[in-house]
Structures are given as C-alpha cells and as structure tokens.
C-alpha cells in the first residue's frame, strides 16, 4: 500500500485543519490506518487510528475530544480533522497503515509496514 499524506499547513491556535492519506493501489479494507506525529526534537508519537477490526477509533489522551478519525466509504482516503489546535501540536504528522495489528498495538509505530510521506502542521501561538 502507498500511502500519501495531505492537508497540513499554518493555522493559529485555535483554529482547524483537516489531513487526508490516501491509499494508492488498494484500499485500507482490513487495514489499521494510524496517525502518528513527531515534532521537533521529540520522538514519533501516536494521535489516533482506526482499528483493523469493526474500524473502530483509538485517540491519544492529548487529542481526545479535539482530534476526529474518520475514514470515506470507498475506504481508500482516511481523513484527521484537527480542531482547537494548540501550538503543542505543532509536527510532522504522517498516516501509516498494516493488514495485521492488533488493537492493542494500533499506537505502536513499529507495528506498521506503511507509511506516507508526512505533512507539516504548524500552529502558532
């Protein structure tokens, strides 16, 4: 699976963006799709993910009720829609996705085979 990461851009805090890692040559059918960041001098973190089974979504506790996964019925674009942003979330956020991890794992990065290019967000203050 290709993925390619979209969406990201200048915002003041408070404001909304929303990203899009699309899936090229297949679907996620049967896929976790994670969303991950990594801002400057920190190490890659996980914000939110569908889960392989029942598509399910998972959210880190620093995004919840802020961040939204969300995935379209052609299962091929899954969207992070980013709202009441804050300067700490400020980072490189990338989309990646596996056929075969458990939900228990879906924040772990190590567990994905796929991953986009990454897309810069920057929230200022």
């Known amino acids: 699976v290709q993925l390619q990461a979209s969406g990201g851009g200048l915002v003041q805090a408070g404001g909304s963006l929303r990203l899009s890692c699309v899936a090229s040559?297949?679907?996620?059918?049967?896929?976790?799709v994670g969303w991950f960041r990594q801002g400057p001098g920190k190490e890659r973190e996980f914000v939110g993910g569908?889960?392989?089974?029942?598509?399910?979504?998972i959210y880190a506790d620093s995004v919840k009720g802020r961040f939204t996964v969300q995935m379209d019925s052609a299962k091929k674009t899954v969207f992070l829609q980013m709202s009441s942003l804050k300067p700490g979330d400020t980072a490189v956020y990338y989309c990646?996705?596996?056929?075969?991890?458990?939900?228990?794992?879906?924040?772990?990065?190590?567990?994905?085979?796929?991953w986009g290019q990454g897309t810069q967000v920057t929230v200022s203050s």
């Open positions: 569908i889960t392989r089974t029942h598509g399910g979504t």
């Open positions: 040559g297949r679907t996620f059918r049967s896929h976790a």
């Open positions: 990646a996705a596996d056929a075969h991890i458990v939900n228990s794992a879906i924040g772990r990065p190590e567990q994905y085979d796929y």
